[in-house]
């Protein structure tokens, strides 16, 4: 029992010891944890919320504009817009639109043949034309030069005051062409009837942009005249033949199977000339054709491995992708042709029956130094009788040994033969099989209307460095019967019609503040969407490798099935709805809402248009109602503006209306002074009742500038105003030269003004606030550190109090952000104590306070630096423990349209051979050198190329299209505050977070004496989504679904394969002569 006793007593002494040691580590580790009271944060957020809307809702006369619309609430007539009907008129229109553009290249198509027709070739014909690139050049005495007389240019603003002819045309001859060749000469004598045409088409619509003929033989004849500048090599590449508008006209789709000799006697400059041929083929392929290239020696290599057996679109990225392939071949072994023509064959007619590609036209193109067989017992195996495959020849090198077998080849199976003895042949000789190609629909006489997908056109760069077009064309054929046969092509014509002419027939305002217009092509490519980035590096307007190739899935990417897609591509009418998250503001800002879909077919062209309607508010429409008197005075005042992208009236129709503003025209529309002025009734109507609504606050804002004590130090600079339709008005409270933000609602701030895509950010944002509450925010500089020091303040006006009321405008303020800032700090110093005594300030330095928005965005912080700053990077522990909370949840979004640095081999000199000019130079530098050693045993080699060699070897960092994932975040509305603690390495560090109320903001004190260094800051930096090998495969394999054109003119029975070409290339051409003597005295002069 005593023993017991003792060791009781002996646990009682051990428990105590542990129980007292426990207390005290327990004390120190809750002593270190910062108690921040809720209540008096609370007071401090109350404090700041209620002075912060006083300011804002005064100066932005919110609440007399809710009054005043509430005052007409009896008068409007609300209606829920019907998507279905609005997409199709919609269509309607933009088709009516496209039928006259083709009317207009049908009539120069038309004018074309007739003049060949009337025309006689006349190898002698002397004819001085306006060559554009000579016009109104002068020798050094004075004297015009030839080809270049004087051509009248006058800056003309529908050509964005380019100087412009717009009597006449002109002409551009490639610099590797003669300008006084005969066939050149006599074309660009008997087009010049187009002239009249064109002037005729102009006439008749005013609208239109660029018109142009684009000639078989090379020349390129475009209205209105223009003056072309060389480059800095003194080159213009440009040759019309290469581009997609042409192609697309001239013939019909293709499969095409392109092999290359890498034999070992292909080595040197044969290799060099057979990459170029090679990658001048790729030129000539557009997106509704379909490829593969195989390399042949002994075996078969393909040029990228994981598309053996098959063959793939011919988008910029495919090419580019096999291009850089090409880099990869040299030569070596026997050239086992046998193989690789038995290879091409079998893929071609496999691919054909899964019926993935053009189902319309198929070539082999064969490109080799010799061919010891015709091989005619595999063209008889698979070719013959239908010859349905065309085989297309290239001779490289001088020898002209094999080229009886190879002429053989391309004769007996409908294809052309050609010889190509220098890099500065290829270009020429590979347009040859184009003719060819085009040799069916010639005889057909069907003259198919063809649009490109969307482009930037560089000539007519506006501001933004961004003019987009689609160009419609169509062939012009030889009429004469005694050559029908033999399919002769003349040209293409074509005429241009920027993106912007489609959104102008879009009512924004009956789409609501998120909706938008869009269209696509058969391939599934953005035609238009307010979503398509075709530029990078904002400021240098560089374009996007593969602007021009995005596919719709890649900006409504949360359709994951491509059901909206498909839908579109199959040209079906329909609705579709799915959750959508919509970045705004430079992408660091997302909305989440539901969409619903409208789409249809616009006929006569290729493609399908869509518009999206964002459920609640944005299915609504209402009309006013009152007197043009009333409305037209209170259009009067000086404070008023209309969105300058908007249609209200078609200024474009004639040139007289052109300088007009949309306002003017307005005012002369409704006043009966321009009875030709075409205007959107509807939405003029609407702009009215705006006006007259919107009009008594001039004068309140004018009351608050005159009364100085109400704003004596001049914190808030701007109020402003926008509605439904467009209508701006803004006040300045202070001096233009004395505001902060000098480019806020201007057109250099185009996210906070309304244009054709979108309404204002200010009042898109202030849409999905509460009603009654301000959005505040901070504009986010372009540079890498925010500079920004102003807030905006703005809230949505609604018509009713319910979620089907539209948003009927939107109000609010500028302010600078250290007036903002002060009123911040000042309540945070309030306190509920009687005695005044504050238990805790922000001006402590255990705590730090901070004011975040909606997004996480710091507004005020007690470092001046961390301002716009997301507030991850600076509390990462907070954020993350907010994150978990469900105070803040994490959007994952993609861009699929990024640039990535990269870190890649530079192939300058790889690249540099596969462009005609620069390959030349290498190739004469290298057949000097060859003469040089020749001569004399002194090694210049290293001279000659150390330009070449060096650059092979260097990497160096460039822009990549990638794409990308990440973050954006939201707060959780249901959640107005919270208290939290966060268990670091030795303490526990505790914050609160507060709602400002009827805002979008939060007060967050922390505990500034825990540091929580082991969490890591969290970022919205992207991260570049990166494909393994098999993934990558499986990309490039993977085929979305795609509509072909209508048309196919594969063959035609009458057609004449007897013209299939012969050996070209071995007797020097003047124009060859003339391009060479230059360039080696350029060589020998450096």
Same mark, same amino acid.
């Given at each position: 029992?005593?023993?017991?006793?003792?060791?009781?007593?002996?646990?009682?002494?051990?428990?105590?010891?542990?129980?007292?040691?426990?207390?005290?580590?327990?004390?120190?580790?809750?002593?270190?944890?910062?108690?921040?009271?809720?209540?008096?944060?609370?007071?401090?957020?109350?404090?700041?919320?209620?002075?912060?809307?006083?300011?804002?809702?005064?100066?932005?006369?919110?609440?007399?504009?809710?009054?005043?619309?509430?005052?007409?609430?009896?008068?409007?007539?609300?209606?829920?817009?019907?998507?279905?009907?609005?997409?199709?008129?919609?269509?309607?229109?933009?088709?009516?639109?496209?039928?006259?553009?083709?009317?207009?290249?049908?009539?120069?198509?038309?004018?074309?043949?007739?003049?060949?027709?009337?025309?006689?070739?006349?190898?002698?014909?002397?004819?001085?034309?306006?060559?554009?690139?000579?016009?109104?050049?002068?020798?050094?005495?004075?004297?015009?030069?030839?080809?270049?007389?004087?051509?009248?240019?006058?800056?003309?603003?529908?050509?964005?005051?380019?100087?412009?002819?717009?009597?006449?045309?002109?002409?551009?001859?490639?610099?590797?062409?003669?300008?006084?060749?005969?066939?050149?000469?006599?074309?660009?004598?008997?087009?010049?009837?187009?002239?009249?045409?064109?002037?005729?088409?102009?006439?008749?619509?005013?609208?239109?942009?660029?018109?142009?003929?684009?000639?078989?033989?090379?020349?390129?004849?475009?209205?209105?005249?223009?003056?072309?500048?060389?480059?800095?090599?003194?080159?213009?590449?440009?040759?019309?033949?290469?581009?997609?508008?042409?192609?697309?006209?001239?013939?019909?789709?293709?499969?095409?199977?392109?092999?290359?000799?890498?034999?070992?006697?292909?080595?040197?400059?044969?290799?060099?000339?057979?990459?170029?041929?090679?990658?001048?083929?790729?030129?000539?392929?557009?997106?509704?054709?379909?490829?593969?290239?195989?390399?042949?020696?002994?075996?078969?290599?393909?040029?990228?491995?994981?598309?053996?057996?098959?063959?793939?679109?011919?988008?910029?990225?495919?090419?580019?992708?096999?291009?850089?392939?090409?880099?990869?071949?040299?030569?070596?072994?026997?050239?086992?042709?046998?193989?690789?023509?038995?290879?091409?064959?079998?893929?071609?007619?496999?691919?054909?029956?899964?019926?993935?590609?053009?189902?319309?036209?198929?070539?082999?193109?064969?490109?080799?130094?010799?061919?010891?067989?015709?091989?005619?017992?595999?063209?008889?195996?698979?070719?013959?009788?239908?010859?349905?495959?065309?085989?297309?020849?290239?001779?490289?090198?001088?020898?002209?040994?094999?080229?009886?077998?190879?002429?053989?080849?391309?004769?007996?199976?409908?294809?052309?033969?050609?010889?190509?003895?220098?890099?500065?042949?290829?270009?020429?000789?590979?347009?040859?099989?184009?003719?060819?190609?085009?040799?069916?629909?010639?005889?057909?006489?069907?003259?198919?209307?063809?649009?490109?997908?969307?482009?930037?056109?560089?000539?007519?760069?506006?501001?933004?460095?961004?003019?987009?077009?689609?160009?419609?064309?169509?062939?012009?054929?030889?009429?004469?019967?005694?050559?029908?046969?033999?399919?002769?092509?003349?040209?293409?014509?074509?005429?241009?019609?920027?993106?912007?002419?489609?959104?102008?027939?879009?009512?924004?305002?009956?789409?609501?503040?998120?909706?938008?217009?869009?269209?696509?092509?058969?391939?599934?490519?953005?035609?238009?969407?307010?979503?398509?980035?075709?530029?990078?590096?904002?400021?240098?307007?560089?374009?996007?490798?593969?602007?021009?190739?995005?596919?719709?899935?890649?900006?409504?990417?949360?359709?994951?099935?491509?059901?909206?897609?498909?839908?579109?591509?199959?040209?079906?009418?329909?609705?579709?709805?799915?959750?959508?998250?919509?970045?705004?503001?430079?992408?660091?800002?997302?909305?989440?809402?539901?969409?619903?879909?409208?789409?249809?077919?616009?006929?006569?062209?290729?493609?399908?248009?869509?518009?999206?309607?964002?459920?609640?508010?944005?299915?609504?429409?209402?009309?006013?109602?009152?007197?043009?008197?009333?409305?037209?005075?209170?259009?009067?005042?000086?404070?008023?503006?209309?969105?300058?992208?908007?249609?209200?009236?078609?200024?474009?129709?004639?040139?007289?209306?052109?300088?007009?503003?949309? *306002?003017?025209?307005?005012?002369?529309? @409704? !006043?009966?002074?321009?009875? %030709?002025?075409?205007? /959107? =009734? #509807?939405? +003029?109507?609407?702009?009215?009742?705006?006006?007259?609504?919107?009009?008594?606050?001039?004068?309140?804002?004018?009351?608050?500038?005159?009364?100085?004590?109400?704003?004596?130090?001049?914190?808030?600079?701007?109020?402003?105003?926008?509605?439904?339709?467009?209508?701006?008005?803004?006040? *300045?409270?202070?001096?233009?030269?004395? @505001? !902060?933000?000098?480019?806020? %609602?201007?057109?250099? /701030? =185009? #996210?906070? +003004?309304?244009?054709?895509?979108?309404?204002?950010?200010?009042?898109?944002?202030?849409?999905?606030?509460?009603?009654?509450?301000?959005?505040?925010?901070?504009?986010?500089?372009?540079?890498?550190?925010?500079?920004?020091?102003?807030?905006?303040?703005?809230?949505?006006?609604?018509?009713?109090?319910?979620?089907?009321?539209?948003?009927?405008?939107?109000?609010?303020?500028?302010?600078?952000?250290?007036?903002?800032?002060?009123?911040?700090?000042?309540?945070?110093?309030?306190?509920?104590?009687?005695?005044?005594?504050?238990?805790?300030?922000?001006?402590?330095?255990?705590?730090?306070?901070?004011?975040?928005?909606?997004?996480?965005?710091?507004?005020?912080?007690?470092?001046?630096?961390?301002?716009?700053?997301?507030?991850?990077?600076?509390?990462?522990?907070?954020?993350?423990?907010?994150?978990?909370?469900?105070?803040?949840?994490?959007?994952?979004?993609?861009?699929?349209?990024?640039?990535?640095?990269?870190?890649?081999?530079?192939?300058?000199?790889?690249?540099?051979?596969?462009?005609?000019?620069?390959?030349?130079?290498?190739?004469?530098?290298?057949?000097?050198?060859?003469?040089?050693?020749?001569?004399?045993?002194?090694?210049?080699?290293?001279?000659?190329?150390?330009?070449?060699?060096?650059?092979?070897?260097?990497?160096?960092?460039?822009?990549?299209?990638?794409?990308?994932?990440?973050?954006?975040?939201?707060?959780?509305?249901?959640?107005?505050?919270?208290?939290?603690?966060?268990?670091?390495?030795?303490?526990?560090?505790?914050?609160?977070?507060?709602?400002?109320?009827?805002?979008?903001?939060?007060?967050?004190?922390?505990?500034?004496?825990?540091?929580?260094?082991?969490?890591?800051?969290?970022?919205?930096?992207?991260?570049?989504?990166?494909?393994?090998?098999?993934?990558?495969?499986?990309?490039?394999?993977?085929?979305?679904?795609?509509?072909?054109?209508?048309?196919?003119?594969?063959?035609?029975?009458?057609?004449?394969?007897?013209?299939?070409?012969?050996?070209?290339?071995?007797?020097?051409?003047?124009?060859?002569?003339?391009?060479?003597?230059?360039?080696?005295?350029?060589?020998?002069?450096?």
């Amino acid at each position: 029992m005593p023993e017991n006793l003792n060791l009781l007593r002996a646990f009682g002494v051990f428990f105590f010891i542990f129980w007292t040691a426990f207390n005290t580590a327990l004390v120190d580790v809750v002593g270190s944890e910062q108690q921040i009271p809720l209540s008096v944060v609370k007071l401090w957020a109350s404090a700041f919320g209620g002075e912060i809307k006083s300011i804002a809702a005064k100066y932005s006369g919110s609440q007399l504009l809710q009054k005043k619309y509430k005052e007409y609430e009896k008068d409007v007539a609300i209606e829920e817009i019907d998507g279905l009907q609005l997409v199709k008129k919609l269509a309607k229109n933009m088709e009516e639109m496209f039928h006259k553009k083709s009317e207009a290249v049908r009539r120069l198509v038309e004018a074309a043949e007739d003049a060949y027709l009337k025309h006689e070739f006349d190898a002698d014909l002397q004819y001085e034309y306006f060559n554009a690139v000579l016009i109104n050049e002068r020798d050094e005495e004075g004297n015009y030069l030839e080809l270049g007389k004087e051509f009248i240019l006058v800056p003309n603003d529908h050509f964005n005051n380019l100087p412009v002819n717009i009597s006449l045309s002109d002409v551009q001859v490639p610099t590797n062409m003669y300008n006084k060749d005969p066939a050149i000469v006599n074309g660009v004598y008997w087009s010049e009837s187009l002239n009249k045409v064109f002037v005729d088409n102009f006439d008749r619509d005013p609208s239109l942009i660029w018109q142009y003929f684009g000639s078989a033989k090379g020349f390129f004849r475009q209205y209105p005249g223009i003056k072309w500048e060389p480059d800095e090599n003194g080159v213009i590449a440009f040759d019309c033949r290469n581009r997609k508008w042409y192609i697309q006209a001239a013939t019909s789709p293709k499969d095409v199977v392109i092999l290359v000799d890498v034999s070992g006697s292909m080595k040197g400059l044969r290799l060099t000339i057979a990459k170029q041929t090679v990658s001048s083929i790729l030129d000539t392929l557009g997106d509704d054709d379909f490829f593969n290239i195989i390399a042949y020696n002994e075996e078969l290599h393909y040029v990228e491995p994981c598309l053996n057996g098959t063959l793939v679109q011919a988008d910029r990225a495919n090419k580019e992708h096999f291009r850089e392939h090409l880099d990869k071949l040299f030569a070596k072994g026997i050239g086992m042709l046998d193989i690789a023509l038995n290879e091409a064959f079998n893929m071609l007619n496999e691919f054909n029956h899964t019926g993935q590609g053009s189902i319309c036209s198929q070539a082999i193109m064969l490109i080799t130094d010799g061919a010891v067989d015709t091989y005619d017992t595999i063209f008889a195996k698979y070719n013959w009788p239908d010859r349905k495959v065309r085989i297309f020849t290239y001779l490289i090198g001088r020898e002209a040994a094999f080229a009886d077998n190879l002429k053989w080849m391309a004769c007996a199976n409908k294809g052309f033969f050609t010889q190509i003895s220098t890099l500065a042949d290829v270009q020429e000789n590979v347009m040859e099989y184009l003719h060819v190609l085009s040799r069916p629909k010639v005889i057909d006489q069907e003259h198919d209307v063809v649009w490109t997908e969307a482009y930037i056109d560089s000539t007519l760069a506006d501001d933004q460095g961004l003019v987009l077009m689609t160009t419609v064309a169509m062939p012009v054929f030889s009429k004469q019967n005694e050559t029908r046969s033999k399919g002769i092509l003349l040209g293409v014509v074509g005429t241009d019609v920027p993106v912007k002419e489609l959104l102008k027939t879009i009512p924004k305002y009956k789409l609501g503040i998120h909706g938008y217009a869009f269209a696509i092509t058969n391939n599934g490519y953005i035609l238009t969407h307010p979503e398509l980035r075709p530029l990078y590096e904002e400021g240098k307007k560089r374009r996007k490798p593969n602007y021009s190739s995005v596919d719709l899935s890649e900006v409504e990417w949360e359709d994951r099935d491509d059901v909206l897609r498909n839908a579109m591509v199959n040209r079906k009418t329909g609705k579709f709805s799915m959750e959508v998250k919509k970045t705004v503001d430079k992408g660091k800002r997302v909305l989440v809402m539901t969409n619903d879909y409208y789409y249809t077919d616009i006929k006569g062209t290729p493609f399908s248009l869509g518009v999206a309607l964002s459920r609640g508010h944005g299915k609504y429409f209402f009309r006013g109602n009152v007197t043009v008197e009333e409305g037209l005075h209170d259009l009067e005042h000086p404070d008023v503006s209309l969105a300058d992208e908007w249609s209200y009236c078609n200024t474009d129709l004639h040139p007289e209306h052109r300088q007009m503003t949309q *306002l003017e025209a307005i005012k002369r529309y @409704l !006043t009966g002074k321009e009875p %030709l002025l075409q205007c /959107d =009734k #509807e939405l +003029i109507q609407e702009v009215l009742f705006d006006a007259v609504v919107s009009a008594p606050i001039e004068a309140y804002w004018t009351s608050l500038a005159l009364n100085k004590s109400e704003n004596s130090d001049k914190g808030v600079e701007v109020a402003f105003l926008g509605t439904r339709t467009g209508l701006s008005r803004i006040n *300045l409270f202070v001096g233009p030269e004395q @505001l !902060t933000n000098q480019d806020f %609602l201007t057109a250099e /701030d =185009k #996210e906070n +003004i309304f244009n054709a895509d979108h309404f204002p950010l200010w009042y898109r944002r202030a849409a999905e606030q509460i009603p009654g509450s301000f959005v505040y925010s901070i504009p986010f500089s372009t540079e890498t550190a925010n500079k920004s020091n102003v807030v905006t303040a703005s809230t949505a006006i609604q018509l009713l109090d319910d979620r089907k009321s539209p948003v009927v405008a939107a109000v609010g303020i500028q302010m600078k952000l250290e007036f903002f800032q002060r009123k911040f700090w000042t309540a945070s110093r309030q306190c509920a104590s009687l005695d005044g005594r504050c238990a805790i300030s922000c001006d402590d330095e255990a705590i730090s306070c901070y004011l975040i928005d909606n997004n996480g965005f710091i507004l005020v912080s007690e470092d001046y630096r961390q301002t716009g700053y997301f507030f991850g990077e600076v509390e990462g522990a907070v954020m993350n423990k907010l994150l978990t909370m469900g105070s803040f949840k994490r959007i994952t979004l993609y861009d699929y349209q990024a640039m990535c640095r990269t870190n890649k081999e530079s192939s300058d000199s790889a690249h540099s051979l596969l462009d005609p000019y620069n390959a030349f130079f290498a190739a004469v530098k290298w057949i000097m050198t060859e003469l040089v050693l020749f001569l004399v045993e002194f090694n210049l080699c290293s001279w000659w190329h150390s330009d070449l060699t060096a650059k092979a070897q260097r990497l160096k960092q460039t822009l990549e299209p990638c794409d990308t994932e990440y973050p954006a975040f939201v707060s959780e509305r249901t959640i107005k505050e919270t208290t939290g603690n966060i268990a670091c390495d030795d303490c526990f560090k505790s914050f609160v977070i507060q709602q400002i109320p009827s805002s979008n903001l939060f007060m967050v004190v922390v505990d500034n004496e825990c540091f929580c260094d082991s969490v890591p800051p969290i970022t919205m930096a992207p991260i570049e989504i990166r494909y393994n090998e098999s993934l990558k495969c499986e990309r490039l394999k993977s085929q979305k679904i795609r509509r072909r054109p209508e048309s196919c003119h594969g063959f035609h029975p009458e057609e004449n394969a007897r013209e299939c070409g012969g050996v070209s290339g071995l007797s020097a051409k003047p124009p060859l002569v003339a391009l060479v003597l230059p360039l080696l005295l350029m060589i020998f002069s450096r």
